[in-house]
């Protein structure tokens, strides 16, 4: 018998619902995770009680949804959804049953399960109840509707991403009447909110295979949330530095991407996991500019002057449709904008004043990310002309970590004056304080040991005395 290792809370759970002669098993995906050596996210629990029934054997629950039967019990502040078995009534809304009908069997709650790799329940004493074929298809690496597909999608529309989601993170097909299926009810997507579809695509792209976003290409499902990946799909890159059309580009962008965060090589920098969105997103979105910026030379040559600035605002419009939140649109917007930066002019060596140059331009809070999105940008590219090009990222992470760690003046933070210290020195306060911090900030930039409190005030007044109070005595420098 399969023996699935259960949490010692979803153990006591099914055992106390026994204990009162009731079944309970671990159902879904934690079933299936566990079967495939991942660590579930969450353990659901599915049960012959009725929501009430279940209120009345645990002392410290809350209602999650028991109007479909769901109620969510507490233990030691760990919460843990309990569903009763039910059979769903008609769909309104391509996404809700109008009502729910609670059942006493199994097999009828499975059956209206998504795909049959997540309609599979467990129990020390029953075992693995599978029985839609579950273990087949995860031995197979497959996706398959439960049943009839065209039922399933017809249910709720946002299955149809859910199943090239799961093929990204499993790393599975999706079988060929389901695949026809999702093709079919494609349209349906109109329906499904920005909010649903965006954490279904932010799974993909984040998983260990970003480039199924392709099949979600194929399949007609990015023209109704994400058409401007279709139209980079359709942009030829017909210059020396690409061997990609810019959708392609943008694809193994993300397999870089994914791949050197699943290998042994650690990444530079840990980030977090709001981070690691917004990087994946902003390889995603970093030529997004491109179709709309493309141009041709004389000898046919393609350019795309500019694109960065073109692709900003549009990363702005197509996270603000998908409904995120501002600070994601921040950082994947500065990203996108400044992804071609060059850390020194064609035929010149990094130096340390270009780079505190760049981190000022960037901000040390996304250097990390955007070194990160170079990378997987520039091994995107034609493989030919790579080592130069990778020698000065290369030169420029060396360079900057160096700026950082000697405590450089990179920004008006780290400058040794402020606009309080220049009027105590006489200066009056007004729009023009800030022009005078910025030229001196721009002054300490190429001059770092320049830094010092008294040499800034005394250069300020030498450069800007037409800005000082005449009736008021400067301090003494």
Known sequence: ????????????????????????????????????????????????????????????????????????????????????????????????????????????????????????????????????????????????????????????????????RFSAQLDFSIEPHTLNAVALHAKELYKISAERIRTELTKLLVSAHPERLLTASELGLTKIFLPEFDKMLETAQETPHHIYNVGMHTIHALIYLAKKENSSETMEGCIDEKSRIALRYAALLHDVGKPDAKTFSADKTAHFYHHADIGAPMTVEILRRLKFDNETINTVSHLVKLHDYRYAPEGKKVSMRTVRRAI??????????????????????????????????SEAKMLSKEVLASNQCVSLKDLAVNGSDLIQAGFLPGKMMGEILAALLDHVLEYPEANVRENLIALAAGRFADYQDKTKKPEKI
């Open 1 to 164: 018998m399969q023996k699935i290792n259960l949490p010692d809370k979803v153990q006591y759970i099914i055992q106390q619902l026994s204990a009162h002669n009731f079944e309970a098993f671990a159902v879904g995906g934690c079933i299936r995770d566990s079967l495939l050596g991942r660590t579930p996210q969450d353990w659901d629990i599915t049960t012959n009680a009725d929501p009430l029934q279940v209120k009345q054997i645990f002392p410290h629950t809350f209602d999650t949804g028991i109007e479909h039967g769901t109620v969510t019990v507490v233990l030691n502040h760990e919460g843990f959804e309990v569903t009763t078995y039910r059979i769903d009534g008609d769909y309104e809304d391509a996404r809700h049953p109008k009502q729910v009908e609670f059942t006493k069997d199994l097999t009828e709650d499975l059956r209206r399960r998504d795909f049959t790799i997540n309609a599979m329940a467990y129990n020390d004493s029953a075992g693995l109840i599978d029985v839609f074929g579950g273990i087949s298809d995860i031995e197979q690496k497959v996706i398959r509707c439960v049943g009839d597909a065209d039922e399933r999608f017809d249910e709720d529309a946002l299955r149809i991403m859910r199943a090239v």
């Open 360 to 393: 000022n331009r960037i901000g040390t809070d996304y250097l990390e990310l955007l070194f990160q999105l170079q990378e997987a940008d520039l091994n995107a590219q034609n493989p030919a002309l790579l080592p130069d090009k990778l020698h000065q990222l």
